[in-house]
């Protein structure tokens, strides 16, 4: 046994090697405020062939993404090692975990164009790899290609957007593309728009949103770590890392602000009437995604990106935290849980400040942040931007009624899980320190990133009002003995957005299949049986000649040796 616990902690060694590495890398340009790069000469006669040059450049906002994704990446393998140790595919498991961090890295890393598709591409085989990883069970399988599928469709953009970017501005630099649009803009609305696919594909955005809370069925750790810091988080650095790209566009940033409405208010509706913890988190990260979203649509990524990173720390302690209580009572459910605040104690108080974060409660970095998207929003509807007036209010009272349900919700989820009447047969006590620990960390960090946040006083009394109200209403609710759970049908299915990739789309798929295995079978299949026939036809006549009938051979030369002899004569 001490063996096998060994055998674990030495992935851990390993991550946290990849997180020293990185961390020396990444802190000395945190707090960069400007840059010396050598940039490649953009070629008028058309863009380089395509290199694997990795071409390592960080800017700040990059660099607190590398330090986030290695921190989180971390905490999930240490987390790991108590929630999955006993699994027998725990070294595939830990060993794609790095492999995911190294991938993340590439994106967040590189000024190289393809580089950074590769990473883009091997963080979607991971996610697949590591959602199914109980392959076993159907929905596990379902949800693994559910997210392969709708993410890879979507990858189809940016390896579009990548080949446009190389004709456009004669290199497939980041840097070099950015310094010749210095000089103006071009086909920054085609561009802006393949991006903007492949955004909503790798964040879960209206449409193509249904796969991250259909990738339940993976481990939980893992559900903390493409929620918090890969996967997910990549699609809104991508946006924002490249928005010089198409910033000049009103059809990119109002078509973005409009996905971005839509899916963060869906997302909180959603999380209002879940019934099991881990969906309604997955419910919010869609929402929040959205929330930074709209910072980039309102013309500042910076915003967008800063509430990744605090998004980043306390939706990994929430998720974590939620393995917890799935530990000590068997399922993620909210009916099986309640009256855990004695028993769990370290768990309630930490995710505690997870929920008020996610709520926007001062001093937690969740209300800096999230103030700080809000107040980008509220500054483009004097025309700071590329949005007119209309989309910019419509955008800024959908994020306003999204901050009232997001602290609702997330009020919901606390009171249920933690309070009233504890069910019968719960076991007793925290989970081990392996699990607790990480949960201690987050908790921490989501009090530090508060620290050198800016403040907006009118927009931040305005957005804890906000908040204070939902809070209000739901404990008022409680407290007068209402029930918490909503069950409003429309909304408890989900408005059957899924119905297109689940119902409609296989079955207009499923004709086109049968025809292409029917001409597979009828055509392209009938040279190779042709040439089987030719070939057995062949070998039976060879076997003809293959008696092994010694005479029959010897009468057969006699009678060739007579013809050539005769020949001979004839023509002599």
Not at 322 to 346: H, N, Q, T, W, Y
């Amino acid at each position: 046994m001490s063996r096998v616990v060994g055998r674990h902690w030495a992935y851990v060694a390993l991550t946290a090697a990849l997180a020293i590495a990185a961390a020396v890398w990444a802190v000395p340009h945190v707090g960069d405020s400007g840059f010396f790069a050598w940039v490649a000469e953009p070629r008028p006669d058309g863009p380089p062939l395509p290199s694997l040059s990795p071409d390592l450049f960080l800017l700040p906002t990059s660099a607190q993404l590398v330090l986030l994704a290695v921190g989180i990446g971390l905490l999930v393998q240490i987390y790991s090692t108590a929630f999955l140790g006993h699994h027998p595919r725990y070294r595939s498991y830990a060993l794609v975990i790095v492999l995911f961090l190294v991938a993340m890295l590439a994106v967040v890393g590189t000024t190289n164009l393809w580089v950074l598709l590769v990473g883009w591409e091997v963080m979607g085989l991971c996610s697949y790899l590591l959602i199914g990883h109980e392959w076993q069970s159907a929905e596990a399988r379902a949800g693994a290609a559910k997210a392969f599928l709708m993410t890879r469709t979507a990858d189809l953009g940016l390896v579009l957007a990548i080949l446009v970017i190389g004709q456009t501005y004669g290199t497939y630099d980041i840097l070099g593309a950015q310094v010749a649009a210095a000089a103006g803009t071009q086909n920054a609305t085609a561009i802006g728009l393949l991006l903007l696919v492949a955004v909503i594909g790798k964040s879960a955005q209206f449409p193509l949103h249904s796969w991250l809370p259909d990738a339940m069925p993976g481990p939980t750790p893992i559900t903390a770590l493409i929620h918090a810091a890969t996967m997910v988080a990549a699609g809104v650095y991508l946006a924002g890392r490249l928005f010089f790209l198409y910033a000049d566009s009103t059809v990119v940033l109002t078509t973005m602000a409009v996905v971005a409405g839509i899916t963060m208010l869906l997302g909180a509706l959603m999380a209002l009437v879940q019934t099991d913890l881990k969906r309604a988190l997955a419910w919010s990260t869609v929402s929040q995604l959205a929330l930074m979203l709209a910072a980039v649509a309102a013309g500042d990524p910076d915003a967008g990106i800063s509430h990744l990173v605090s998004h980043g720390a306390f939706k990994a302690l929430l998720f974590l935290g939620c393995g917890c209580l799935m530990a000590a009572v068997g399922s993620s459910a909210l009916a099986a849980m309640g009256g855990l605040r004695a028993s769990m104690p370290v768990t309630f108080w930490t995710m505690t400040i997870g929920f008020a974060a996610l709520a926007g409660v001062v001093p937690t970095a969740g209300f800096f942040t999230k103030d700080s998207v809000l107040h980008a929003i509220d500054r483009a509807t004097g025309r700071d931007g590329g949005l007119a007036d209309g989309t910019a209010y419509g955008l800024l009272a959908v994020a306003l009624v999204t901050a009232f349900l997001t602290a609702a919700y997330a009020t919901r989820l606390w009171l249920t899980a933690f309070f009233g009447s504890a069910p019968e047969g719960h076991a007793k006590g925290e989970a081990p320190r392996a699990m607790i620990g990480p949960l201690v960390v987050l908790a921490a960090a989501t009090f530090a990133l508060s620290i050198g946040q800016p403040v907006h006083l009118g927009m931040g009394l305005l957005s804890t009002a906000i908040a204070a109200a939902g809070i209000g209403l739901v404990v008022l609710l409680w407290r007068r003995g209402s029930s918490l759970d909503l069950d409003v049908r429309p909304l408890t299915a989900e408005l059957g957005l899924d119905r297109p990739f689940s119902r409609w789309i296989p079955a207009a798929v499923r004709g086109v299949s049968r025809t292409v295995v029917d001409l597979d079978d009828e055509a392209l299949d009938a040279y190779p049986r042709a040439g089987t026939r030719l070939a057995a036809g062949t070998s039976r006549l060879l076997e003809l000649a293959q008696s092994r009938n010694v005479q029959r051979y010897a009468t057969l030369m006699t009678a060739g040796v007579l013809l050539l002899v005769v020949i001979g004569v004839s023509r002599a």
